[in-house]
Structures are given as structure tokens and as C-alpha cells.
T-cell receptor, first 115, second 112 residues
Framework: AQTVTQSQPEMSVQEAETVTLSCTYD???????LFWYKQPPSRQMILVIR??????QNATENRFSVNFQKAAKSFSLKISDSQLGDAAMYFC????????????FGQGTTLQVKP | DSGVTQTPKHLITATGQRVTLRCSPR?????VYWYQQSLDQGLQFLIQ???????AKGNILERFSAQQFPDLHSELNLSSLELGDSALYFC???????????FGPGTRLLVL
């Protein structure tokens, strides 16, 4: 069975600085996608970024980028120029072709942004 | 705004009761997913429908059931409610089962 692990329950960063959130996963599949979702205090789940496993290039969305290390099964999220609005819980999620659609989530990392 | 709508936003009920949560997917999305977020279990997949048909089941209790209607909206029915069913229930949708899932705002259920 596939698993997703986020080993950092909490992280903090100074406004305008850069922070990296870690995620590791375990799978025997070759066809899968990885996601980062953000859950602010409103509890809405917001898609941050998506990475296809077959792509070697790391995904980037504005200030958000990932470091996808397929062999190491690592998928970290880097937030540059952190803003107060980035404060939230961040979930790493896995989708595999054998999962018939369901996402498997990590435990989440709470990010605090200090002014 | 993801385009996925869920009603009601909040629900307070008593043990033993039955409730229905409703979800309308994004326009054009055929696949609907239900997830439960609780403090002790994290985010858990419950069930998936694709174009009206059940496609996958996760950790869904027998007291829970769901369906997707011809207009593609979906309902999650929770019966014989217990205190432990208190959670945030999310609906998500995608174009098909291989595409990115977009989440609704969730329904907060409190069972007293």
C-alpha cells in the first residue's frame, strides 16, 4: 500500500524568507502524481502545485516550487518570499494509477509566518 | 473559489440521527469524491463516483452511503450518528478519475 509521510508537524518562517516543507512517500507504482494542498484557517483545501512522476522537471507555480527526487521518493515544497497569507496547514498527497482516483494524504505540516 | 459547492456549511445534530450532505461539482467534472477530516484520523478517502456510478470505496462505514445523481451532484448520507462521526466532510471533483481534484469548502458536522 502507498503511504505519505510528512515528518515536520510544525514549521515557522520569517516573512519574506524561504521555507521548505518535506514529504516522503512509498510506492511501487511507476505512474503517479504528487500534490501539495494548502488548508488555511478557513479549512478550505486549496491546490498549490502538482507534479507528474514521469516529468523530470520540477513543477513551479509563482513563489511555490517543488524538489521532486523520484529515486529517493521525496517531494518537498519550497515557498519563496513567504507572506503572512501563506500561514496554513500544508498537506502532501499522492495519487497512483492503481488507486482509482483516491488521494492519499500525509499528516500535514502547520506553517507559521512571523512578521 | 474552486467551483465545488457543498451544503450545509455547518451541521449540529444528536447521536442516532441521520443527515445528508450535498455536493455540486465544478461544471464539466464527472467525478466526485468524498473525504472525511478528523483530528485523530487525518484526511481519509470515503468514496468516489464517476458519471453516476460508484468507482471506488475507501474507509467508509456501513452506516454511511452516497450517490451521484444524473445532474452529477452527489449526496453523502450518514445515519445512526455517533460522537466519533464529528468531522469535516469534504467533497472534491475532477474532470475524470485521473485528473486533479478540486475541493469544496467542506461541511462541518458536530454530533452531540
Amino acid at each position: 500500500a502507498q503511504t505519505v509521510t510528512q515528518s515536520q508537524p510544525e514549521m515557522s518562517v520569517q516573512e519574506a524568507e524561504t521555507v521548505t516543507l518535506s514529504c516522503t512517500y512509498d510506492t511501487s507504482e511507476s505512474d503517479y502524481y504528487l500534490f501539495w494542498y494548502k488548508q488555511p484557517p478557513s479549512r478550505q483545501m486549496i491546490l498549490v502545485i502538482r507534479q507528474e512522476a514521469y516529468k523530470q522537471q520540477n513543477a513551479t507555480e509563482n513563489r511555490f516550487s517543488v524538489n521532486f527526487q523520484k529515486a529517493a521518493k521525496s517531494f518537498s515544497l519550497k515557498i519563496s518570499d513567504s507572506q503572512l497569507g501563506d500561514a496554513a496547514m500544508y498537506f502532501c498527497a499522492y495519487w497512483g494509477s492503481s488507486n482509482t482516483g483516491k488521494l492519499i494524504f500525509g499528516q500535514g505540516t502547520t506553517l507559521q509566518v512571523k512578521p | 473559489d474552486s467551483g465545488v459547492t457543498q451544503t450545509p456549511k455547518h451541521l449540529i445534530t444528536a447521536t442516532g440521527q441521520r443527515v445528508t450532505l450535498r455536493c455540486s461539482p465544478r461544471s464539466g467534472d464527472l467525478s466526485v469524491y468524498w473525504y472525511q477530516q478528523s483530528l485523530d484520523q487525518g484526511l481519509q478517502f470515503l468514496i468516489q463516483y464517476y458519471n453516476g456510478e460508484e468507482r471506488a470505496k475507501g474507509n467508509i462505514l456501513e452506516r454511511f452511503s452516497a450517490q451521484q445523481f444524473p445532474d452529477l451532484h452527489s449526496e453523502l448520507n450518514l445515519s445512526s450518528l455517533e460522537l466519533g462521526d464529528s468531522a469535516l466532510y469534504f467533497c472534491a471533483s475532477s474532470v475524470d478519475w485521473q485528473e486533479t481534484q478540486y475541493f469544496g469548502p467542506g461541511t462541518r458536522l458536530l454530533v452531540l
